[in-house]
Structure formats: C-alpha cells, structure tokens
T-cell receptor
C-alpha cells in the first residue's frame, strides 16, 4: 500500500527566502513520487516527478526535490520564493508496478509568501 | 496539444438529484482518473478507466459511477446527491504505462 504525509498544512516564507515543503511516503514497492501545485480555482499542475532515475529532480519554476530512500522523504525546495509561488502544494505517490495508475495524495501544504 | 477539459466548470444541484460530469483527456491519452477534492478530506481517488474498462475504484458508495467511451472521453455520474457531495471533481488523464497524470481544471459541484 502507498501513502503520503505532508508535514505542515500551512507554511509562510518571506519573498526571497528558501522554500521547504516536507513530504514523507510509505510504499510497499519502489515508488514513483510527484509534486503538484494548485492555484485557486484551478486543477493540479505537475511540478516534478521522481521515477527511479536521478535522486535529485529538477522541476518547473525553479523547484527541485530530492528522493531519500533511507528517510522515505521527497521534500520540495526552492532557493528563493516569489510572490507567484503562493499556492497549494500536493505530494503524491504511485506504485512503480502493478496497482494500475492510482495516485495517493497528501493533504496538501498551503504556501504563503510574505512581501 | 490541448489539455484536459472538463464540463461544466460549475454546477449547482439540489439534494436528491443526479448529475453527470464530463472529461475529455489529452489527445492520445487512454487512461482517465477521477478525484474528489474537499477541504476536509483532500484529494480522494474515485475511479480509473482505460479502454472503456474500469481498472480501479476508490472507496466511494455505489451512487458514484463512471464510464469511458471509445474516444477515451469519460463521464462520471452521481445519483441521489447529498450535501456532502459538494466538492471539486477533478479529472486526470495519462498515457497508459506512463507515469504522469495531467489534470483538468475541475468541476465545482454545489449541492443545496
């Protein structure tokens, strides 16, 4: 079975500061991991994905995440926050084999960027 | 390439009615998944279709059903609506055996 835990339902950072959004996963098979972003009244947009290649994954808008198997973590970071980064962020896990295409999402982290 | 489209975008229904939501996947994508998003429960998986067959189903009552057509378009139906069905319903498509799901903008359903 797969599951995701996102620590911190609300995170506030100052503009220009480091963004760190935490995600820990549980998976009975090697996982595929994803970060999605959701802006108000919109669907989810894929930021980046880990599919067993490089453990440091770079995504869009300057975001990146590192897969750490020993810590079962896939934290999302960005060196310098912009006002436009304010949104809801979701971490998701999918089994790398079997179980169809079902994604399991975390409960989300709302990011506020303070000017 | 056009993205995932969902219609309608907003819907208001009365308790006890039924509703049908539509999703058109990205061209070439054969898998369509549906999710319910609410503030209290977050994103919950409803079901997944591939080649007109339901492959996976989440933990929802039988009032929630879906289908997929030969052109990969999908519909979901909720019968006997309850107040708790008020939510954003998201559709996502992917190419079979690929990993990413691409989401549509969602249908905001309000049940009064």
């Amino acid at each position: 079975a797969q599951s995701v835990t996102q620590l911190g339902s609300h995170v506030s950072v100052s503009e220009g500061a480091l963004v760190l959004l935490r995600c820990n996963y549980s998976s009975s098979v090697p996982p595929y991991l994803f970060w999605y972003v959701q802006y108000p009244n919109q669907g989810l947009q894929l930021l980046l994905k880990y599919t067993s290649a490089a453990t440091l994954v770079k995504g869009i808008n300057g975001f990146e995440a590192e897969f750490k198997k020993s810590e079962t973590s896939f934290h999302l970071t960005k060196p310098s926050a912009h006002m436009s980064d304010a949104a809801e962020y979701f971490c998701a896990v999918k089994a790398s084999r079997g179980a169809g295409n079902q994604f399991y999402f975390g409960t989300g982290t709302s990011l506020t960027v303070i000017p | 390439k056009a993205g995932v489209t969902q219609t309608p975008r907003y819907l208001i229904k009365t308790r006890g009615q039924q509703v049908t939501l539509s999703c058109s996947p990205i061209s070439g994508h054969r898998s369509v998944s549906w999710y319910q998003q609410t503030p209290g429960q977050g994103l919950q998986f409803l079901f997944e279709y591939f080649s007109e067959t339901q492959r996976n189903k989440g933990n929802f009552p039988g009032r929630f059903s879906g289908r997929q057509f030969s052109n990969s378009r999908s519909e979901m139906n909720v019968s006997t609506l309850e107040l708790g069905d008020s939510a954003l319903y998201l559709c996502a498509s992917s190419f079979f055996l690929d990993y990413e799901q691409y989401f549509g903008p969602g249908t905001r359903l309000t049940v009064t």
